[in-house]
């Protein structure tokens, strides 16, 4: 599996775990500069875990969907360029502009991610990847949304939680409409099941058609 570069496997409690440099956001383990990335709070850290080729590379620029208070994000400032996160819910968000206050690379947007004209003054266009967790019904349309701003070349990483389409529908089912929705603008490179770390979930890389 490649890590992008400045994400790291460290021993922690006896076990190799993924790791960031930066200042600790969610009571996670820290060992000197290192803290551990807890694959179980992060569905990106649980691509990374699963050994999915992300296409992540250290200082890469990224917009980053969903970010909630910041566990994850947190992560990708430690190792990427410009990291612009987007959250439209008040409460997290300031945790998340916690997080961003000592990470002079990562920018809070307080905005919806289905209307990504409201933060195309902000964002730059030529992104190296675009990763998205909402949780939200119209997760593939959130995608398809924000496709705009990644480089031809560029990475849509994002994984897609089966409960927030349909809590009723198979899983498979629901995956197989949000893969049929991305084709439309995406060619898929790999997909895989989040399980065992978050069930019902489906991670996605794919680059732009
Ligand atoms: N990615 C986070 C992490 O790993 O640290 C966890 C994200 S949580 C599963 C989903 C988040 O997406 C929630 O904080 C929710 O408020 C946010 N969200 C849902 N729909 C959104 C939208 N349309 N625009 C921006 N944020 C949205």
Redesign the pocket.
């Known amino acids: 599996m490649s890590l992008p570069d400045g994400v790291v496997r460290r021993e922690f409690d006896g076990e190799d775990r993924l790791a960031t440099r930066g200042t600790p956001v969610y009571g996670e383990p820290t060992d000197g500069e290192w803290r551990l990335w807890d694959a179980r709070?992060?569905?990106?850290g649980a691509m990374l875990e699963l050994g999915m080729d992300t296409g992540l590379a250290g200082g890469d620029s990224v917009l980053?969907?969903?970010?909630?208070?910041?566990?994850?994000?947190s992560h990708v400032a430690d190792f990427a360029g410009p990291t612009y996160a987007?959250?439209?819910?008040s409460r997290?968000a300031r945790d998340l502009l916690d997080a961003a206050a000592d990470r002079e690379r990562l920018f809070p947007l307080v905005?919806?991610?289905?209307k990504p004209e409201t933060y195309a003054h902000v964002v730059e266009s030529g992104l190296d990847a675009v990763v998205q967790?909402?949780?939200?019904s119209g997760q593939a349309r959130?995608s398809t949304l924000n496709r705009r701003f990644l480089a031809e070349d560029g990475r849509l990483v994002a994984a897609y939680?089966a409960r927030s389409e349909d809590v009723t529908a198979d899983p498979d089912d629901v995956f197989d409409d949000v893969l049929a929705e991305l084709e439309a603008e995406f060619e898929i490179l790999e997909t895989e099941r989040l399980d065992p770390f978050h069930d019902d979930h489906l991670g996605v890389v794919a680059t732009p058609k």
Request: no cysteine; charged share 30%; hydrophobic share 40%.
């Open positions: 709070r992060s569905k990106l980053y969907l969903g970010a909630a208070s910041g566990t994850t994000v987007v959250e439209f819910a997290p905005k919806d991610a289905r967790d909402v949780a939200t959130v939680k």
